[in-house]
Every structure is written in structure tokens, then in C-alpha cells.
């Protein structure tokens, strides 16, 4: 296997260096720790002190048991290193993914189908924290937790973390959505995704910057919601038009969208009352036709949309990715970013792994299915992507790489499936399922 995030990992470091160094000059070539092997340091984080980390990385690098390099060091170092390049890398190896892998990559009826969401990220609790992430302080105590919000975009039937943002708390989740949504159509072919959103996101803006992009989207909508023109609704599938009066057009931020809204006099949509098992009423705003999505598949596909949740999961407790090395915005931001690229490679790996376990799915019901173990190949990976970064030994890369799918092929788990609607009506979150 010759994964796409390493060799674009390498690529970067070769070709575009100098484009990531805050202060000219900083990451020559004579340097002890290049700007590679301190990208390549932030991304295998393992949640240790930042002394033993590199202590580790050194020896693994160099085989010196001798050659140190303090934390202050590396600390410094990192300050001249923008967050931008574990984005970038992400995306040149997200485009070359979805272009190699264009016809076999899974897709409902040739769309992509991906769930918009936001998370709370806990930071740490320092003044400088504080401050540079704008979180208030309710006392000398600080009782105000300190927290950021991040925004993801998540291609539900690939398992890829297309886009994400973090940000201050007070951003909220809609407005960093638009920002997810800008950045994935440089990735994907927005015209041919199907993008799905909880009670949190109807908005006007959001439905005209979709199909401003010629995209479509499935958003669940509150009791509350429309609910003048859901009443004049004859049938429970069927398309309306929400006036664009004034207020609705004043509250859209984006000046060239609000501008395009003024000129409309309505919005036209699909708006779908589901009854659910549980005998409730969900009902949905969409604009695919039913050619594309009938009433039905329309619900299966909401129902897909717990697995951003369940993705969320895998970042913060099998990646830690809020167990953060430093205290400064900058640094937060090269942890964050770096382990959503290393969350990608681990996809691309399970990716591997099913395409060799194809067999197994014979054995697969309605009930039951056969899981990669992510915390097993995590820390195999983790343990081992220095040695495939590090090695020009082709033949070694191979075998590592073998190793390391037969390892996680070895540990694979038969788990139950979960009804997705199980409970979401009570909690307004579906239960996050088995990994």
C-alpha cells in the first residue's frame, strides 16, 4: 500500500516549504529539526510531555541515545510554523483520493453524501488561552470553562473528514459552516453532494449558499420552523415556497447571498413529514426531487447522519486530539488540524483493510457487522509512520505497511448494529454507535 497522506506529506516538505515558515529562514536545511521533522513530530503526538516526545523522536529519527533537544526548543520552533500546512496536506491528498478513486468510492444514486456538524472542544485553562481564544472570565477561578467550537464536513459513506474549523465559542455552529462548505467544493464536486443537517442549521443563507453551489440537502427542522407554510401543507411530501420578506433577507450575513435573496421573492423547497417508529413526526426540508430521493430514502439518509457524531467520538477519545502540547493559539491550532489529517489516514488505511476483507462481508446481516479496530490501528500507525516517513527503503515501507493492515485484519470486530432513530426524539442526538 503507498498511502496518498504520506507521499503528499512529503511533497509539501519538498516542494513547498518555505510557503508554511511564519519568519524566513527559520527552517534551513542545516537546522537540527526541519520544518518536516517538526510537522512530522506534531502529527504522531501521543498525548506525552513534550520533553519525552521529542526524546522519543530523536531516537527514532537519528538512533542517537545521546542528542537531546530541549522543550523550550521545539516550543520555539513551533511558533514559526503556520497551522495551514497539515490543511493543505489534507486537501492535496483528500483531491487526490476522490479523483483516483472517483467510480469506486461509495455514493448514493452518484452523490456524495455528507453531515455538517459542530463539536465543543475543551482547551486548556490558562490566561494566555483565555485571551487568545476570546473566553471570558467569570471569576479569578475561572469557573467559565474554557472551550472552543469546532465545525466538521464529513462524507458519511467514505468515512473522510473533508473539512474543518476551529474556532471561538462564540462563533456559532451556522456561521462556520459556510466556511466548511466553501473549502469541501475545492475538494469534491459540490453539484454532486448531498449534504445533511440537525434542528441547529435551517436558515435561509445556508439553503441559498447550497444551491448557489448547485448542491443538495436534507436538514431536520424544529416544531417551530415554517410553520406557517407547513400548515397550508396539503401532503406530508411537498414542494413549497418560503416567502424572502425583508426580515428573512436581513438576517443573511454574506452580502453577495443576502444581495441574490432580495431579488427572489421565495424560496422554493421540499418539505417531508416522516412518522417515525416511535409514532413522532420528523419532518425534513430538502431539495432533491423524488427521482433522486423518494420519502423513504430520504429518512435513510438522514439517518446516516449520527456517524459525524460517532466521527467526532474517534477524534476526541481514540486521537485525544484535545490532549493539546501548549497553551498558545497557534499551537492548538497545529494539534488540532494535524490529528484531522492523521484521522484521514487512518481512514485511508481501514479503507485498505475493508477492500482486503471483502469475504468477510458474506457474513454480514441486517444486525451484525465486521468493524476495524480503531484503537488498535491508531496505535499501530501511530507507532509506526516515523519508520514510513523516515525510510527510502521501499521494500521496508511495503512490509511496515503490511504489518500494520495484517495486524488490524487479525483484530477485527463483529459488532451489533444500532437503530440510528434510537432515542432521538428524546435526547435530540442519536446514540453513537459502536466504532
Known amino acids: 500500500m503507498n498511502s496518498v497522506f504520506c507521499t503528499c506529506c512529503e511533497n509539501v516538505f519538498n516542494y513547498k516549504r518555505e510557503i508554511y515558515a511564519l519568519k524566513k529562514g527559520k527552517f534551513s536545511r542545516d537546522r537540527k529539526m526541519t520544518m518536516g521533522d517538526l510537522t512530522n513530530y506534531t502529527i504522531i503526538n501521543n498525548g506525552k510531555t513534550t520533553a519525552l ?74 490566561v494566555m488561552t483565555r485571551n487568545e481564544w476570546n473566553v471570558p472570565d467569570d471569576s479569578l477561578n475561572y469557573t467559565n470553562p474554557t472551550r ?118 421565495y424560496l422554493k423547497a421540499r418539505i417531508v413529514n416522516i412518522t417515525l417508529p416511535n409514532g413522532k413526526v420528523e419532518t425534513l426540508i430538502t431539495n432533491p426531487p423524488k427521482k433522486i430521493a423518494n420519502k423513504d430514502e430520504l429518512n435513510e439518509l438522514y439517518a446516516e447522519r449520527w456517524k459525524i457524531e460517532t466521527n467526532f467520538d474517534v477524534l476526541k477519545n481514540k486521537l485525544d486530539i484535545e490532549n493539546f502540547s501548549g497553551i498558545k493559539r497557534i499551537i492548538i491550532e497545529q494539534d488540532f488540524y494535524s490529528q484531522i489529517f492523521m484521522h484521514n489516514l487512518l481512514n485511508e488505511y481501514k479503507m485498505q483493510i475493508n477492500k482486503n476483507n471483502k469475504n468477510k462481508k458474506e457474513e454480514e446481516s441486517n444486525y451484525k457487522e465486521y468493524k476495524v479496530n480503531v484503537n488498535i490501528l491508531a496505535g499501530k500507525l501511530k507507532g509506526f509512520l ?50
Open 53 to 126: 516526545e521529542a526524546d522519543e523522536f530523536i531516537l527514532e529519527k537519528y538512533g542517537d541515545w545521546e542528542m537531546t533537544m530541549s522543550k523550550q526548543n521545539i516550543s520555539q520552533q513551533r511558533m514559526f510554523l503556520d497551522p495551514q500546512i497539515f490543511k493543505d496536506m489534507n486537501y492535496d491528498s483528500l483531491i487526490e483520493i476522490y479523483t483516483q478513486n472517483e467510480s469506486t468510492l461509495n455514493k448514493f444514486k452518484g452523490y456524495y453524501v455528507c453531515g455538517g456538524d459542530s463539536t465543543i472542544v475543551e482547551l486548556p485553562n490558562h
Open 148 to 265: 472552543a467550537r469546532a465545525s466538521g464536513f464529513y462524507d458519511l459513506k467514505n468515512e473522510f473528514m473533508l473539512d474543518s474549523v476551529i474556532d471561538e465559542i462564540n462563533i456559532g455552529e451556522r456561521e462556520l459552516v459556510f466556511q466548511n462548505i466553501e473549502n469541501v467544493s475545492h475538494v469534491i464536486d459540490f453539484e454532486k453532494t448531498i449534504s445533511i443537517y440537525d434542528r441547529g442549521y435551517p436558515s435561509i443563507e445556508l439553503f441559498l449558499a447550497i444551491t448557489e453551489k448547485k448542491g443538495k440537502f436534507i436538514v431536520r427542522l424544529k416544531d417551530t420552523d415554517y410553520k406557517k407554510v407547513r400548515n397550508n401543507m396539503k401532503k406530508n411530501d411537498e414542494w413549497v415556497k418560503i416567502p424572502l420578506d425583508k426580515i428573512k433577507t436581513n438576517k443573511i450575513k454574506n452580502p453577495e447571498i443576502r444581495k441574490k435573496a432580495e431579488k427572489k421573492h
Open 386 to 435: 516515523l519508520k514510513i516517513l523516515y525510510t527510502d527503503d521501499l521494500d521496508e515501507k511495503r512490509k511496515i505497511n503490511e504489518y500494520i493492515l495484517r495486524t488490524a485484519e487479525k483484530h477485527m470486530q463483529l459488532v451489533k448494529k444500532k437503530n440510528p432513530h434510537q432515542e432521538q426524539e428524546n435526547t435530540g442526538k442519536i446514540n453513537t454507535p459502536q466504532i
